[in-house]
């Protein structure tokens, strides 16, 4: 089957491909968050077990994976390579339906990690090919949307799933999808040319891994822009985790309600901080460089202050609107903070004008 996407539509094609890929992975990424209370009923575990389930152990192969995965990607065809990882973390999420123990859901959850990891590298790897510098921050803004638009259909179609058919129907549910968008990538998108945006001609060889970990390592700005996104992951995946637990604990709400409450308000708050973020990236990075790296340091702090503060309300009020600015702010510094690395980090002489150790950050 030949690709039945024309090349001139192909970075825009590609992009909703790829948008649309964020979203299903985070919507398999949330889906222990959402169905949390009734796992636990179900299956007899610890908020600690959970807690390790969607957190340390998928973060865990999430993160590590993505730099051999990131060499990967530089070297074989990334939409073949996308193919693979969607189908692994969707199948893996499909199979978590039929988990009875919490060693086969960790197993699960560990081949969800795994194939997620492959989605960031691949996708900045095509971006940074088919959009050129000045276009980057708002081509990271729109995929950036897939998180917060994932966690609003992830929760309230696995709320409503989960609270009218189970926890294990939801899995299946928002696994499909994920297999779905893999075969697209297969089967109608053209492999874009390796640094056709570049400046600079794109190198014969790939560069040694020892030389790309010394290149990185040199550079200040690749190293605090990824230790504060670092930083700043650790605390939204344990929110996107343990928000809707918050919500039915707390304020004695159910799980639907909780579910969409959460998925609503950070989801909202997301896509316009997301695409607010390129927007105003693009605008003062043109007047003064310093933006690129200076709105995500300003909106990450001014968006941990109103998380932690939404926490400590005793009303479900304060914290929607509390939690509702701290999402906008937190999405706002995605789209620039991963400009930024793109591209104002040191810069390697192969593929696509991107690293393949930028690219797995």
């Given at each position: 089957?030949?690709?039945?996407?024309?090349?001139?539509?192909?970075?825009?094609?590609?992009?909703?491909?790829?948008?649309?890929?964020?979203?299903?992975?985070?919507?398999?990424?949330?889906?222990?968050?959402?169905?949390?209370?009734?796992?636990?009923?179900?299956?007899?575990?610890?908020?600690?077990?959970?807690?390790?389930?969607?957190?340390?152990?998928?973060?865990?192969?999430?993160?590590?994976?993505?730099?051999?995965?990131?060499?990967?990607?530089?070297?074989?065809?990334?939409?073949?390579?996308?193919?693979?990882?969607?189908?692994?973390?969707?199948?893996?999420?499909?199979?978590?339906?039929?988990?009875?123990?919490?060693?086969?859901?960790?197993?699960?959850?560990?081949?969800?990690?795994?194939?997620?990891?492959?989605?960031?590298?691949?996708?900045?790897?095509?971006?940074?090919?088919?959009?050129?510098?000045?276009?980057?921050?708002?081509?990271?803004?729109?995929?950036?949307?897939?998180?917060?638009?994932?966690?609003?259909?992830?929760?309230?179609?696995?709320?409503?799933?989960?609270?009218?058919?189970?926890?294990?129907?939801?899995?299946?549910?928002?696994?499909?999808?994920?297999?779905?968008?893999?075969?697209?990538?297969?089967?109608?998108?053209?492999?874009?040319?390796?640094?056709?945006?570049?400046?600079?001609?794109?190198?014969?060889?790939?560069?040694?891994?020892?030389?790309?970990?010394?290149?990185?390592?040199?550079?200040?700005?690749?190293?605090l822009v990824t230790l504060g996104m670092a930083?700043?992951?650790?605390?939204?995946?344990?929110?996107?985790?343990?928000?809707?637990?918050?919500?039915?604990?707390?304020?004695?709400?159910?799980?639907?309600?909780?579910?969409?409450?959460?998925?609503?308000?950070?989801?909202?708050?997301?896509?316009?901080?997301?695409?607010?973020?390129?927007?105003?990236?693009?605008?003062?990075?043109?007047?003064?460089?310093?933006?690129?790296?200076?709105?995500?340091?300003?909106?990450?702090?001014?968006?941990?202050?109103?998380?932690?503060?939404?926490?400590?309300?005793?009303?479900?009020?304060?914290?929607?609107?509390?939690?509702?600015?701290?999402?906008?702010?937190?999405?706002?510094?995605?789209?620039?903070?991963?400009?930024?690395?793109?591209?104002?980090?040191?810069?390697?002489?192969?593929?696509?004008?991107?690293?393949?150790?930028?690219?797995?950050?």
């Amino acid at each position: 089957m030949t690709a039945a996407v024309g090349r001139q539509d192909q970075p825009r094609y590609i992009l909703f491909l790829l948008l649309l890929a964020y979203m299903s992975s985070y919507i398999d990424r949330i889906a222990l968050g959402i169905f949390g209370e009734a796992i636990k009923r179900d299956l007899s575990i610890s908020d600690t077990e959970l807690g390790v389930l969607t957190g340390f152990v998928f973060v865990i192969f999430y993160s590590v994976l993505g730099v051999p995965i990131g060499r990967l990607a530089d070297r074989f065809p990334r939409r073949k390579l996308l193919t693979a990882c969607l189908c692994l973390w969707s199948a893996m999420t499909i199979l978590a339906g039929s988990a009875t123990t919490f060693g086969t859901l960790l197993l699960t959850r560990i081949g969800v990690g795994i194939g997620e990891a492959g989605l960031t590298p691949s996708a900045h790897s095509l971006l940074s090919d088919l959009y050129p510098r000045q276009r980057r921050s708002f081509a990271f803004a729109v995929f950036g949307a897939g998180p917060p638009l994932g966690i609003i259909v992830g929760a309230l179609a696995g709320g409503w799933i989960a609270q009218a058919l189970g926890w294990r129907i939801g899995m299946v549910a928002i696994g499909l999808p994920g297999i779905v968008i893999g075969l697209l990538f297969l089967l109608t998108v053209h492999e874009p040319q390796r640094g056709q945006q570049d400046d600079e001609p794109v190198a014969d060889a790939l560069p040694s891994f020892g030389a790309a970990v010394r290149t990185v390592a040199r550079d200040p700005l690749f190293v605090l822009v990824t230790l504060g996104m670092a930083c700043a992951a650790v605390s939204l995946y344990s929110l996107s985790t343990f928000t809707v637990p918050h919500l039915i604990r707390r304020y004695e709400m159910d799980l639907f309600t909780a579910a969409s409450l959460f998925g609503v308000s950070y989801g909202t708050a997301g896509v316009l901080g997301a695409v607010l973020g390129g927007v105003l990236t693009d605008w003062a990075g043109t007047r003064n460089h310093r933006w690129y790296a200076g709105l995500p340091a300003l909106s990450y702090f001014a968006g941990g202050l109103c998380l932690v503060s939404a926490l400590h309300q005793n009303g479900y009020r304060a914290f929607t609107f509390l939690f509702f600015v701290g999402a906008i702010c937190v999405n706002l510094a995605l789209a620039p903070a991963q400009a930024v690395v793109e591209n104002g980090g040191a810069k390697l002489d192969h593929g696509s004008g991107g690293e393949v150790l930028l690219r797995a950050a």
